[in-house]
């Protein structure tokens, strides 16, 4: 069997493919930084020859600019919108047997700070957002079509493979360079927002058992167990014994994008998911890494 991961080089790529890998399926890594072969999911050419060329059993499409900002309105655009169309097409016009699934987020729904599951309505109040939401919409619409396309809605999930400017692995990269010698201050916004920790190996394996089942398509991926990111900074200077107080400068007159994010997760728990790791384990590794 084959598989191709389009945003193979993010961490989420990276688990997946090990994950494959285990599973001896072929697997093909595409990132526009660096894969075999090197391209991008939103160059319909490209996208179209790739997979007519491979006729892979499964096409993960992982390809996106995390950032949810405004200035990312054309990039998320192409990587998101652009490459679902890109791929869906391809599988529709030359590999109809192909199983495709879609990231999706936890930001493009409403958030009334209760638990959000698949039937939560859709909010599009920001670029990201919308992106994500077309990219279901266009999913929805070649199902129709008799293929199979999946998505996954992810809520926060790290690991060591995190980028660096991301707040969790920030912090925990700031505490290892305190723990060191160090004596850095980092700015954060407010320490109060609650949020998932989940594993992203973990992520990956409810991905997995999503796509190899015909009865659910569509699925909230996370713990339904929300830490504060005060939690966070905790866990990561308690490991190396230091005070988080005195590194620590709280940006002023920050408004965070949500107080709280998180999941209902009973739907993918029900095909036999369940996370392994809590947020102490996924401190421990990504403090240890």
């Known amino acids: 069997m084959k598989a191709i991961i389009f945003g193979a080089s993010g961490q989420d790529g990276f688990y997946l493919r090990r994950l494959l890998e285990r599973q001896n ?14 391209g991008d999911v939103a160059d319909w050419r490209f996208v179209e020859k790739t997979i007519k060329d491979y006729q892979p059993d499964y096409v993960f499409h992982l390809a996106a600019n995390s950032t949810t ?9 192409a990587a998101i919108s652009g490459g679902t169309l890109n791929i869906l097409e391809a599988v529709h016009r030359h590999s109809r047997k192909t199983k495709v699934f879609l990231s999706g987020s936890a930001v493009q729904f409403e958030n009334n700070k209760t638990p959000i599951d698949e039937n939560t309505p859709f909010a599009a109040l920001s670029p990201y957002a919308v992106s994500r939401i077309h990219s279901v919409y266009a999913g929805r619409y070649y199902r ?4 199979k396309i999946y998505v996954g809605y992810f809520f926060n999930h790290d690991s060591p493979r995190r980028a660096a400017p991301h707040v969790n692995q920030k912090i925990a990269l700031a505490a290892k360079r305190i723990a060191a010698g160090g004596d850095e201050k980092i700015e954060i916004g407010d320490i109060r927002v609650k949020k998932e920790f989940n594993f992203a190996g973990d992520v990956v394996e409810a991905v997995w058992r999503l796509v190899n089942q015909a009865e659910v398509y569509e699925a909230v991926i996370g713990c339904g167990i929300a830490h504060s990111i ?5 866990l990561c200077f308690g490991r190396v014994n230091a005070d988080w107080r005195k590194h620590v400068i709280i940006k002023e007159n920050y408004k965070p994008e949500y107080r709280i994010l998180v999941s209902n997760p009973a739907l993918i728990k029900s095909l036999g998911w369940q ?10 590794m990504m403090m240890e890494e």
């Open 25 to 38: 399926i072929e697997t093909t890594g595409i990132s526009r930084s660096g894969g075999e072969p090197n």
């Open 69 to 77: 900002g405004h200035e990312a309105v054309f990039d998320n655009h």
């Open 144 to 147: 129709s079509l008799n293929l």
């Open 230 to 234: 005060a939690d966070w900074l905790d």
């Open 275 to 284: 996370p392994e790791t809590n947020i102490g384990d996924l401190a421990e």
